[in-house]
């Protein structure tokens, strides 16, 4: 009687996957690395010594981040051992320390590779540093998010950090190839159905391979056009984490491109984040910091337009209410920039926390009691509308404090004009007029 194992077809004899299949037997089969492990990249060099130094391998999933280590240990003669920081605790890495060393005690040498190293906490990550240190294991660790926020500093000092690039489609068409020489047979696609393949891989050989291994088993005998590929397979997101570095380099990409004045990259990077699940409110909040600190006085519109859209957005819902997004994003993009009023506001707050607690001076105090105005409050003063031009030319700063010019307008939109009325209201100042 057959168990739930054999029922599945999940026997020893049970072909495996085909991205396990091609998997590469030496690193020149390695595709779309070579910036790493060709003759005269780094980690090949390393490989081509015999001499491997502890190392985090940091690239999007499918990049040949396995692969590569365990290539690595066969290279160097090391014995490979992987353990997961999902699946794997304090126990399990205690067990492969103590058989590392008994290995370096028989004179070999030991390649711990780590696969999303960047889940252990803090204090796991801390317990690799002895046993790195001593040499009883050369550490392999992979990850999918940016070290510098996830892992120890102290544990990235004793590591290299290389990062593996996405698969270009040259890259990626030569996996396919390689998949059709495995299965003997073309893929059952035409030209613009393979290309529409390639790009639903989004640089992830692993998933390209799998789309591939799922064609292969259709068994059709006309070629797919890219519809009928559709029907058969489904596209995934684009790779985005809300939480994580993704989710601030496309940020920091439609913030720059609105600050570059260049609304086709603004509006890319803004379908991209939506497109990735981004809280479109998060966006919009984003917005409303663009339009204040890029554009500001050389287009107010600019920051009622990026509320509005918040507005909008709340009242319509996705995907109506992402129009009133886009919109504010081709506007603020398209128009004059200045960051006066944040370079402004930035000194001011450096000269309020220099001059402590100074008092405004007394001519410009409301004096609302006898006391108050028997000790001066409000003598003095000069109501600006009674004045000619509407401008007195008074001191409004602290007593003790020489005045300061924080505000310098940029001649450009509106801001142009404020700029020419400051300078005629501090001639006002300084002629004492």
Wanted: glycine fraction near 8%.
């Amino acid at each position: 009687m057959s168990d739930l194992f054999q029922a599945a077809g999940l026997t020893p004899h049970a072909p495996a996957p085909l991205a396990d299949r091609l998997r590469p037997q030496s690193l020149d089969e390695v595709v779309g690395q070579q910036h790493l492990l060709g003759p005269e990249g780094a980690v090949g060099r390393m490989a081509a010594a015999h001499r491997l130094a502890s190392m985090i391998l940091w690239g999007p999933p499918g990049t040949g981040k396995t692969t590569i280590a365990r290539l690595l240990a066969k290279a160097g003669g090391y014995e490979f051992m992987q353990i997961s920081a999902v699946f794997s605790g304090v126990a399990d890495l205690k067990k492969a320390f103590e058989q590392a060393r008994a290995r370096r005690m028989a004179g070999q040498s030991t390649l711990l590779f780590v696969d999303e190293i960047h889940r252990f906490n803090r204090a796991q990550q801390d317990g690799f540093l002895p046993f790195v240190e001593e040499g009883i294991v050369t550490l392999v660790g992979a990850t999918t998010e940016n070290p510098s926020f996830e892992l120890n500093g102290a544990l990235l000092s004793r590591c290299q950090v290389f990062v593996l690039k996405r698969l270009t489609e040259d890259s990626l068409e030569l996996l396919l190839q390689r998949a059709e020489v495995a299965e003997n047979r073309p893929l059952p696609i035409d030209a613009e159905a393979r290309s529409t393949l390639v790009s639903m891989a989004d640089g992830d050989g692993r998933y390209l391979l799998t789309l591939a291994e799922t064609l292969f088993s259709i068994g059709t005998d006309t070629p797919l056009n890219p519809t009928q590929l559709g029907q058969f397979l489904q596209k995934r997101r684009p790779a985005y984490d809300k939480d994580r570095e993704e989710h601030y380099n496309l940020i920091s990409a439609l913030h720059k491109s609105v600050r570059g004045s260049d609304p086709d990259a603004a509006l890319y990077w803004l379908a991209r984040m939506l497109e990735g699940g981004e809280d479109p409110l998060f966006i919009a909040r984003r917005l409303v910091r663009m339009a204040s600190e890029d554009i500001g006085a050389a287009d107010p519109l600019s920051l009622l337009l990026t509320t509005a859209a918040k507005d909008a957005y709340d009242f319509l819902g996705s995907p109506e209410g992402e129009l009133a997004l886009a919109q504010a994003v081709v506007h603020m993009a398209s128009a004059p920039k200045s960051n006066a009023v944040y370079m402004a506001y930035k000194a001011a707050r450096r000269a309020a926390k220099e001059t402590g607690s100074l008092m405004p001076p007394s001519h410009i105090l409301n004096a609302p009691t006898k006391l108050m105005k028997s000790l001066g409050y409000g003598d003095g003063y000069a109501y600006d509308h009674d004045v000619e031009g509407g401008v007195s030319g008074q001191n409004y700063f602290p007593d003790g404090m020489e005045r300061r010019r924080f505000y310098e307008p940029k001649p450009v939109g509106a801001e142009a004009k404020v700029r020419e009325r400051l300078e005629a209201w501090g001639k006002v100042r300084k002629d004492g007029k």
